[in-house]
């Protein structure tokens, strides 16, 4: 059984940064695609970035616009999210999730997820 455990998050001022951390167990990920969401009460989950664990393609959501970078790193079954530049508005709980097969935007391709961390960014 997959399980995803998110840490990292907290509370930054606006143009600082963060590193989220998401701890993937429970079989072997080089079949897997590994993404962040984030979401706001009351809102959609909302696509940040996505990383197929083989070969390290990435693909990011709009609003991103270079200021995240998504990696993973095989040898401590670990993905991150180094966030930068960031901004009020990106105030969220951030999950990690998996799914088999390549990169997807839509959180209903997801079939795993970890529990949530959450980022605060103060103005």
């Known amino acids: 059984q997959v399980q995803l455990v998110e840490s990292g998050g907290g509370l930054v001022q606006a143009g600082g940064s963060l590193r989220l951390s998401c701890a993937a167990s429970?079989?072997?990920?080089?079949?897997?695609?590994m993404g962040w969401f984030r979401q706001v009460s009351g809102k959609e989950r909302e696509f940040v970035a996505a990383?197929?664990?083989?070969?390290?393609?990435?693909v990011y959501g709009d609003f991103v616009e270079g200021r995240f970078t998504i990696s993973r790193d095989s040898a401590k079954n670990t993905v991150y999210l180094q966030m930068n530049s960031l901004k009020p508005e990106d105030t969220a709980v951030y999950y990690c999730?998996?799914?088999?097969?390549?990169?997807?935007?839509?959180?209903?391709?997801?079939?795993?997820w970890g529990q949530g961390t959450q980022v605060t960014v103060s103005s």
């Open positions: 999730a998996a799914r088999r097969g390549g990169s997807s935007w839509s959180q209903y391709d997801y079939d795993n």
């Open positions: 990383i197929t664990w083989s070969a390290g393609t990435t």
């Open positions: 429970g079989r072997t990920f080089s079949t897997y695609s």
